[in-house]
């Protein structure tokens, strides 16, 4: 695989994670004091956002309201972990530029944003065989080597795998992304205790002929970088990859 690389944004602050104020704001602690910093991911993540912990705030010049700016690594396990679950998508156009990741090759063109079945989903793209529909997500819970997704509910992806299991049956090429954000995951797991429904919708849309894959990836304040492929597992299971 071609080495894909996503430079992260500058200038960055260093700091310490104090606290979580809401959904998409945290407060951080830098050398010019408390600031308070956009999160840009709404997962529970309560293994990660443990006061004390180090992290790195994207500082944007000129910003002016409530945030000064938004949070983007934080340090767990003697790693650094992304937090931004906008990245996933960023991250994806960049190998569409390239020609795509397995499974999707020999891209030719694409869409961002297209409306299929009353729903937005994330790209549309042109490849060698066919036309595929691509929803990609962000990862960045890990026990014991197993990715875990989703931290909380989300009933928005399981709406968007029932849509992209009609796709499938019906003749159509779809797949989900994940990217996770950490190196140290061996294998993903769709996690049924977190959310039943998107478990099952999962293992239905592959049942269906959905392509689930994940790419584990080197996270540093300078940039992600795609690493490998993982396996995805869908069905009810514990323990190790």
């Not at 310490?16 to 945290?26: K, L, T």
């Not at 944003?113 to 065989?129: K, Y």
């Not at 061996?186 to 689930?212: I, K, N, Y």
Request: aromatic share 6%; net charge positive.
């Amino acid at each position: 695989m071609t080495p894909l690389r996503l430079p992260l944004p500058r200038p960055q602050v260093p700091g310490v994670f104090v606290r979580r104020v809401n959904r998409f704001a945290a407060e951080v602690r830098v050398a010019a004091g408390l600031w308070q910093v956009h999160l840009p991911n709404s997962g529970r993540m309560e293994e990660l956002l443990v006061p004390g912990a180090r992290v790195r705030v994207f500082l944007t010049p000129g910003q002016h309201g409530k945030t000064q700016g938004r949070l983007l690594l934080i340090r767990h396990a003697g790693r650094w972990v992304g937090l931004d679950s906008h990245l996933p998508n960023r991250l994806w156009e960049l190998a569409l530029q390239s020609g795509g990741l397995p499974p999707v090759v020999a891209v030719r063109r694409w869409r961002r944003e297209v409306r299929l079945g009353g729903e937005r989903v994330d790209f549309q793209v042109q490849a060698r065989g066919g036309t595929w529909v691509v929803e990609t997500k962000s990862c960045n819970r890990v026990v014991g080597e197993v990715a875990l997704f989703p931290d909380a509910p989300t009933a928005r992806g399981a709406r968007h795998l029932h849509l992209l299991a009609k796709v499938a049956r019906s003749g159509g090429r779809a797949a989900v992304v994940w990217f996770v954000q950490r190196d140290d995951a061996r294998c993903l797991q769709v996690d049924w205790e977190s959310d039943p429904e998107f478990a099952d919708s999962a293992w239905q849309a592959r049942r269906r002929g959905v392509q689930l894959v994940a790419y584990v990836c080197s996270v540093t304040p300078s940039g992600v970088q795609v690493l490998r492929r993982i396996p995805v597992r869908t069905t009810p299971r514990h323990g190790s990859c």
